[in-house]
Every structure is written in structure tokens, then in C-alpha cells.
């Protein structure tokens, strides 16, 4: 299985289409906000129908009772991987759960990952803007333990914490992690950014990327290139 997941961030279907039809070969994709909200829920399907796994980013933070109504309904789409704001608590989480179970396709639920702290926010932010003390590192870790605890399989983190993660949940214990940049990239609007080859030094199970690949001059090359690094 791929260990690096594209971020179509695209705002339409022939885009989208256009991009994969590069590809000779099942890849793990990541769906958002952005391309759901463009295209609805129907490019899942389109995607599907092209042979390729989906990590569905949607961040679901609500009460416990319309998070497992909302689970129950994705889980029936046939995606590999969902997720839920782990700042939701763990009744939330366990309530997502829930709801995967009882949307399953066959009785397999889909794969699901817990945010910790979004990789665009600093210690600065995290502190001063949302009233959080101490370190990131802390936090991220107290999420995770929760998420574990809510029967999740996993979280979204900086690369920069996945290692501190397994130490604390275990090596099974997912971590997924975007915020990746090729040495020659910028970094965008991420504040906390790792390269490939930081990423598979420090453990990461699944590593998110998006610009690097589909604003490269050739993407496929560039998706083996990562691919290969995670792969050794």
C-alpha cells in the first residue's frame, strides 16, 4: 500500500479527472473541503471508478449524535479513510465510531484518524489565540491518548510528533501526517513543514501531499520520487 496520500485540491471534476488520468496505478488520494464542497460527494464515486483509495477530509466536530449520523452516512460511500477534530472530546469520537459501524460497507468501516493541532498553528497561535498553554508537543500527545482511548485508529499530526505519538499510543497507532514539502518547495501556509525523508526518519505511517505533486512539471515522476523515499 502507498504511503503517500494526494491532496486533490481541486475546485472541479475534469480537474480532477484530468490529474489522475496520469496515472497508470491505484494512488491514495485525499479529498477536502475544498474539491467536496465544489463537486459534492458524487466525486467520490468518480474517483472510486477510477480504481484509486480515498482519504476523505472532512474534520467532523459536532456534537456526538450528528457525528455518528454523519459517519453512518460516509462510512457508506466506501471511503478508506475519514477523520473528526480530536478537540471534540472522546464521546464525540466514540460516537463517530459508532456510526462507521453501523454505515459499514460489509461490515468494514472505514479507517478513522483524529486532527490534533492543524499544522498551520504555531505555539504562538495555540497559545495566545486559543488559549492553550504549553507546548504544542503536549497537546498533540493528550489528543492522541484520547483518540486512542475513543477506539480511533489513528491521527492527523505534524510530522515533527509522529514519533512522540507511537511512544505514547503504540506503533500500530496511525499517524498521518501533511505539512510535506519537497527541500526546494516553499512552505506555504504551513507553519510546522518536514521533507519526505524527515518524515520516514521519524516513523510516519502515511504522509499528506499536495502542491508538490499537483503543480509539479510531472507529477507522476514526482509521486514516485516521494514514494520511493518513503519506501526505503
Known sequence: MSKTIVALDFSSKQEV???LSQF???VYVKVGMELTYAC???IIKTIKEMGHHIFLDLK??????TVKGGMKNLAALGVDIVNVHAAGGIPMMQAAIEGLEEGAIDGKRPLCIAVTILTSISQEIMNDQLGIEGEVIDTVKRYAQNAKAAGLDGVVCSVHEAK???EVCGDD????TPGIRLATDAKGDQAR???PDFAREQGCDYIVVGRSITKSEDPVKTY????DTMQK
Not at 497507532?173 to 498521518?176: A, P, R, Y
Open 17 to 19: 479527472v484530468d490529474f
Open 24 to 26: 497508470d496505478e491505484p
Open 40 to 42: 459534492g460527494l458524487e
Open 60 to 65: 467532523l466536530h459536532d456534537i456526538p449524535n
Open 164 to 166: 512522540a505519538i507511537h
Open 173 to 176: 497507532f496511525l499517524t498521518v
Open 193 to 195: 513543514v518536514a521533507t
Open 224 to 227: 514516485h520520487l516521494i514514494e
